[in-house]
């Protein structure tokens, strides 16, 4: 993860315990809300993040007062790095969090021997390729849905990718 001092100093990031699990259940929920138009269900469950907590990480931005802001999970892949969930707090969304997330995962997993980056996104999501295009991610292959995503329309993963 990169320095503290690159990060705006009303932020603080640090990896997630178990003990956040609740909070990072209900964030993730509330700024995957946009989702429900094809979600047949929350984005997420405990039994979910308790799966993703034995194979990656929860980076979490906390503002001055130890709120969480907003959070990504990053997970090393030999020499890959892939990196989901992002949320940002509702309030907080366009203000540039987000951006800063992406550079803390691309970080942690480049300070891990990584060379390069990977996130997956519904294709319905239509918004997300142009945001992750100007953070330097491509395109680079479709995927089927994963097990358990519950759609209530036809939709497919976008593969993105980039060089760290």
Sequence with gaps: MASSSTFPSSFEFRKASKDDLSAILSLVNQAFAVERFFLAHERTNPEHLNQ???????????????????????????????????????????????????????????????????????NLRTELPPFYRKLGYEETGTAPLHEGMNVTQPAHLIRMSKPL
Excluded: H, W
């Design 52 to 122: 993703l907590f034995e194979k990656g990480v929860f980076l979490l931005a906390e503002d001055s007062a130890r709120a969480l802001a907003g959070l990504v999970y990053v997970e090393t892949r030999d020499d890959r790095g892939y990196f989901g969930m992002l949320s940002v707090d509702p309030q907080r969304q366009g203000s540039g969090l987000g951006k800063l997330l992406v550079g803390a995962a691309e970080d942690y997993t480049r300070n891990r021997g990584c060379g390069a980056m990977d996130i997956t996104v519904v």
